[in-house]
């Protein structure tokens, strides 16, 4: 019953009143660890996680874009305050990823939830993104289930008397992983295999694309710091002719115009539900679709979204 009511309050995402934004109230006021993250996915990993025993802040907020990210005057007395760090690493975070990665070298309880994940798994770099992973890893959950136990770890390191609740924690949100990825097989199994073709704004979805069997095509590379160009553009364009696209999707942390600019000289439709890509929407964003209710601003709800949005456009 316990393990139930923990997997509805997962699904859901309530709860959310102990991640705060960064930038409100003072440092430290309720008394309990002060954990900082980074990007929203990883803010709501360390909230499910960490639930009422620690005091969350997130830097980055809902559609934030973590690459181009530009730390604020406050970040730096925030990571110093923190009792603990999480971050996605894979160079994700951009500008700050220096910064993590030398406070890292310096503290202890700095950790890249990524870490966690076997090398194996992850996807080699792409040309724009030379030298480094592809951090996208959240789009496939089973990748996102090999983070929990790092987080699971280095928040019990941190407060030994919560380490059996964050070990429950854990366990439930593995089997709520687990369970999302069996629900969009399903899903996905509604698009014939031939029309499994996703462009978006940005190449953020090839771990969604490998787990889930679609290719994948971007406008702008990994990184969305590297804008398309007017070659890659042509390019896009002749592909999304060549394979009789109908559809093709916008991002929700990426202007735009260079995406619905294409669709224009494609004759396509650019999708009305914008995808999450790097950053998940606002807590509490609760939507309905098939008689079923999630929130867009968890993790659960955003991949919920996603695979709705894109199984809608090209089935």
């Keep these: 019953m316990q393990m139930m009511k923990l997997l509805g309050l997962l699904v859901m995402g309530l709860g959310l009143s102990c991640c705060r934004p960064a930038e409100e109230g003072a440092v430290g006021e309720s008394g309990k660890p002060l954990v900082v993250t980074t990007a929203t996915m990883v803010t709501d990993l360390v909230r499910v996680i960490g639930g009422e025993r620690i005091e969350l802040r997130g830097l980055m907020g809902p559609g934030v874009d973590p690459h181009n990210y ?29 910064s993590l990665e030398k406070l890292a070298q310096r503290r202890e309880h700095v950790h890249a939830v990524t870490d966690g994940i076997p090398k194996e798994k992850l996807l080699a770099p792409q040309e724009d993104f030379e030298g480094h992973y592809d951090p996208h890893v959240w789009g496939d959950p089973a990748l996102w289930v090999d983070t929990v136990d790092l987080v699971v770890k280095g928040l019990s390191a941190l407060d030994p008397d919560g380490a059996e609740e964050f070990a429950t924690r854990g366990t439930a949100y ?3 992983l687990r369970e999302l990825r069996s629900w969009a097989d ?21 771990y969604f694309g490998k787990g889930f069997g679609f290719d994948v095509r971007g406008l702008q590379g990994v990184s969305t710091v590297s804008a398309g160009g007017l070659r890659d553009r ?16 916008a991002e929700t942390s990426v202007d735009p115009k260079a995406i619905a600019a294409v669709a224009g000289e494609a004759g396509v439709t650019v999708s009305k539900e914008h995808l999450f890509s790097d950053a998940m929407g606002e807590p509490g964003d609760v939507v309905e679709f098939g008689g079923e209710q999630y929130d867009r601003g968890t993790y659960l709800g955003m991949i919920k979204h996603n695979v709705n949005a894109i199984v809608e456009g090209l089935k």
Excluded at 186 to 199: D, F, G, H
Excluded at 234 to 249: H, M, N
Aim: charged share 30%; with cysteine.
């Design 70 to 98: 530009q730390p604020r005057i406050g970040d730096s007395g925030l990571l110093d305050d923190a009792d603990a760090v999480f971050y996605c690493g894979l160079h994700l975070e951009g500008k700050l990823q220096d």
């Design 234 to 249: 042509a390019e896009l364009v002749s592909y999304i002719k060549g394979r009789g696209l109908r559809t093709i999707f």
């Design 174 to 176: 593995k089997e709520a």
């Design 186 to 206: 399903a899903r996905v199994a509604e698009v014939p295999e031939e029309k499994r073709v996703l462009v978006t704004s940005h190449d953020a979805f090839f």
